[in-house]
Structures are given as structure tokens and as C-alpha cells.
């Protein structure tokens, strides 16, 4: 329906999609920040709603990759480009501009926007009370879950694929681990007499509708990549490209938080994001067709380990990710892309 519509007036171009890819992402972001306002906090929101949001590209290329028989390597280099992207180089640059300070004992909360007419909890940023270690608590249980997924897709690709069986048991790992969290949201609303309110399902409709309209952008962009058969922008770099667009809500929602100062929400929104591609869409993608593992795959995931625990270390010894530390990421970054496209 929407390429016909944009076809009536002569807007069916890669240039007109992206960017209603982007304005989708945008308004999905707005609605997310007012669930603050309904019953979720900003550690919940970053680790169950946002990795959904702006992970959604990645479930709805799975989609599109199995109805159409899509090649499983491309698969597979869409969800490493998409992690190995939100550990280093998305974390990286809101870092290196602002500090990610989810914790640091004995200062002031930083400022970081407007002040809210609802009651909401000091901000994560600069907070040394029980707010900031709670948080940072919690941040650490989301990367020793990455960890612990990174670990399981490579003990179950060492036979040199990922079949159906191993697929089951990624998504049921992702499951277990999005129940515990939802009971921990309800445990923590009970406890502080927070419900979800009437908006808080509207912005969910709105989000349903996002939904859809992200799966047209995606679809038709997909299938205008892969009839480019010369050039960068081709199918050739079919996992690649769509693992950087699936990326870039990401990096708004980073670079948004991180300049309100929210370094909370920016680092599970990341963090959260990466358990949609490593288990869950390898999981899926699995049911309906076995993953070959490559010489990619296991340095991606070797890549992906090494930042989870940089991230838990600066998180223990520096309350959050230092703007130095942001530079070094932003530069491993680079070395990935050099290793994966250009040696």
C-alpha cells in the first residue's frame, strides 16, 4: 500500500524511504520518552521497551531474509555489524561528547534538560545514591546477559553452523531473560504504587503502527539493494548495509539521551538491542535455515566480548564509559570495519 502511494507521486526512491525510515525511528522515540510519564523507569525502558523499537529493523530483515530465502551470511553480518556498531562506535561518540557517568560517588547530578512537572527519580548521570548504583546494577546483570549470549552463539557455532536445534535454544535463553525482566518491572512498580496508564497503551498502538510502516521502508530498500549488482551500495554488501541502517535509530536514541544526560537509557537501550540480534534473530533465522559460521562470525563475536567486558570494568572501577574510553571504542570500531570490508 505505502509504495503505491508514494509510486502516485513519483516518490519511489531509495532517498524517500530512508527517510521515512528515520522519521519513523524519531517518532517512536518521542512516544518512548513519554512512557516515562507511564509507569516505566528509565532502566526498564532502556532494557524492555527501546532494544524492541530500535531493533525491530533486524527482526522484520529476518522476516524478509526467510520469505524470500535470503542468504544466511548476510544474516549473520547484519547482526554482528548491528552489535559490534552499539558496543563500540554508538556508545563511543555520546561518550566522547558528553561522558556516559551512569554512578560517581559524591557529586551532584549533572544537568542535563528541563526539569519534569511529574516526580521522577534523580537522574543516573553524576548520581552517587541508591538511584545510580541500582542502576548501575542493573546495567551490569544486561551485559553479563550479553556475555552470556555472545558465549552460547559460539559454543553452539564451534561445529561450524548454527542449526534449528541450537536456534531453539537461543530464542529460549532471550525469553527466559525477558521474563525475568518483566517480572522485575511489575516487582519495582508494586513496590513504588506505579501502574501503566491509559497513554501508556496508546503509545503502544503507535508503536504497532511504526511497526508497519518500518516493515514497508525495509522491505522496499531490501529489495532495491538487491538488484544493485555493481558498486558498494549492492547486493554484494547486502549485510553490511542493512546492519548500519538498522543502526541508525540507535544512534539517535544514543545521541538523544546522551545529551539529556540520561546515560542510564543509553547504555541498556545499546545493550538491550544487541539481545534482539545475538540470540534472537540468529535464533529464528535458524528455525527456518542452518547459519554456516565463518571466520567473521567468531571474530565479530570475539570483538563483541572484549566490549561487554570493558564496559562492566569501567563500569565497576568508573561509575560509566570515560570520554576517553569512548575514543577507544570509536577507533576499535574502525579496525572492525577495516578487518570485515577491506583485508
Same mark, same amino acid.
Given at each position: 500500500?505505502?509504495?503505491?502511494?508514494?509510486?502516485?507521486?513519483?516518490?519511489?526512491?531509495?532517498?524517500?524511504?530512508?527517510?521515512?525510515?528515520?522519521?519513523v525511528s524519531l517518532l517512536m522515540l518521542w512516544r518512548l520518552e513519554a512512557m516515562l510519564d507511564h509507569g516505566l523507569e528509565g532502566t526498564a525502558l532502556g532494557t524492555l521497551i527501546m532494544p524492541y523499537c530500535s531493533g525491530l529493523g533486524n527482526l522484520i530483515f529476518v522476516a524478509i531474509m526467510v520469505a524470500r530465502d535470503g542468504a544466511p551470511h548476510e544474516v549473520l553480518t547484519n547482526c554482528l555489524v548491528n552489535n559490534v556498531t552499539n558496543l563500540t562506535l554508538v556508545l563511543g561518540v555520546p561518550a566522547v561528547f558528553w561522558g556516559l557517568?551512569?554512578?560517581?560517588?559524591?557529586?551532584?547530578?549533572?544537568?542535563?534538560?528541563?526539569?519534569?512537572?511529574?516526580?521522577?527519580?534523580?537522574?543516573?548521570?553524576?548520581?552517587?545514591?541508591?538511584?545510580?548504583?541500582?542502576?548501575?546494577?542493573?546495567?551490569?546483570?544486561?551485559?553479563?546477559?550479553?556475555?552470556?549470549?555472545?558465549?552460547?552463539?559460539?559454543?553452539?557455532?564451534?561445529?561450524?553452523?548454527?542449526?534449528?536445534?541450537?536456534?531453539?535454544?537461543?530464542?529460549?535463553?532471550?525469553?527466559?531473560?525477558?521474563?525475568?525482566?518483566?517480572?522485575?518491572?511489575?516487582?519495582?512498580?508494586?513496590?513504588?504504587?506505579?501502574?501503566?496508564?491509559?497513554?501508556?497503551?496508546?503509545?503502544?498502538?503507535?508503536?504497532?503502527?511504526?511497526?508497519?510502516?518500518?516493515?514497508?521502508?525495509?522491505?522496499?530498500?531490501?529489495?532495491?539493494?538487491?538488484?544493485?549488482?555493481?558498486?558498494?551500495?549492492?547486493?554484494?554488501?547486502?549485510?553490511?548495509?542493512?546492519?548500519?541502517?538498522? @543502526?541508525?535509530?540507535?544512534?539517535? *536514541?544514543? /545521541?538523544?539521551? +546522551?545529551?539529556? #544526560?540520561? !546515560?542510564?537509557? $543509553?547504555? %541498556?537501550?545499546?545493550?538491550?538491542?544487541?539481545?534482539?540480534?545475538?540470540?534472537?534473530?540468529?535464533?529464528?533465522?535458524?528455525?527456518?535455515?542452518?547459519?554456516?559460521?565463518?571466520?567473521?562470525?567468531?571474530?565479530?563475536?570475539?570483538?563483541?566480548?572484549?566490549?561487554? @567486558?570493558?564496559?562492566?570494568?569501567? *563500569?565497576? /572501577?568508573?561509575? +560509566?564509559?570515560? #570520554?576517553? !574510553?569512548?575514543? $577507544?571504542? %570509536?577507533?576499535?570500531?574502525?579496525?572492525?570495519?577495516?578487518?570485515?570490508?577491506?583485508?
Amino acid at each position: 500500500m505505502l509504495p503505491d502511494l508514494l509510486e502516485r507521486f513519483s516518490l519511489n526512491d531509495p532517498w524517500t524511504y530512508l527517510g521515512l525510515f528515520l522519521g519513523v525511528s524519531l517518532l517512536m522515540l518521542w512516544r518512548l520518552e513519554a512512557m516515562l510519564d507511564h509507569g516505566l523507569e528509565g532502566t526498564a525502558l532502556g532494557t524492555l521497551i527501546m532494544p524492541y523499537c530500535s531493533g525491530l529493523g533486524n527482526l522484520i530483515f529476518v522476516a524478509i531474509m526467510v520469505a524470500r530465502d535470503g542468504a544466511p551470511h548476510e544474516v549473520l553480518t547484519n547482526c554482528l555489524v548491528n552489535n559490534v556498531t552499539n558496543l563500540t562506535l554508538v556508545l563511543g561518540v555520546p561518550a566522547v561528547f558528553w561522558g556516559l557517568q551512569v554512578m560517581a560517588p559524591g557529586k551532584p547530578a549533572a544537568a542535563g534538560g528541563p526539569a519534569r512537572k511529574t516526580a521522577r527519580p534523580a537522574r543516573a548521570d553524576g548520581g552517587g545514591g541508591t538511584e545510580g548504583q541500582l542502576n548501575r546494577l542493573s546495567l551490569l546483570l544486561t551485559l553479563v546477559a550479553g556475555l552470556f549470549f555472545t558465549g552460547a552463539a559460539w559454543a553452539l557455532g564451534r561445529d561450524g553452523r548454527i542449526d534449528r536445534t541450537d536456534g531453539l535454544l537461543l530464542i529460549g535463553l532471550f525469553l527466559f531473560w525477558q521474563c525475568f525482566q518483566v517480572f522485575d518491572v511489575l516487582k519495582h512498580n508494586i513496590r513504588a504504587r506505579v501502574s501503566f496508564g491509559f497513554m501508556f497503551y496508546v503509545d503502544a498502538l503507535v508503536v504497532l503502527v511504526c511497526a508497519y510502516l518500518m516493515y514497508e521502508t525495509i522491505d522496499w530498500l531490501v529489495t532495491w539493494l538487491s538488484a544493485q549488482k555493481t558498486g558498494f551500495v549492492s547486493a554484494a554488501n547486502l549485510g553490511w548495509l542493512t546492519g548500519w541502517l538498522m @543502526v541508525l535509530p540507535n544512534a539517535v *536514541l544514543a /545521541l538523544y539521551w +546522551g545529551w539529556k #544526560r540520561r !546515560a542510564d537509557v $543509553v547504555y %541498556t537501550s545499546q545493550v538491550g538491542d544487541g539481545h534482539i540480534c545475538i540470540p534472537l534473530c540468529l535464533g529464528l533465522y535458524a528455525l527456518f535455515k542452518p547459519l554456516p559460521v565463518s571466520v567473521f562470525f567468531t571474530t565479530g563475536l570475539c570483538i563483541l566480548a572484549g566490549a561487554t @567486558v570493558v564496559h562492566g570494568l569501567l *563500569l565497576l /572501577l568508573t561509575g +560509566g564509559l570515560p #570520554r576517553w !574510553a569512548g575514543a $577507544v571504542l %570509536t577507533l576499535a570500531y574502525g579496525w572492525f570495519v577495516w578487518q570485515g570490508l577491506l583485508a
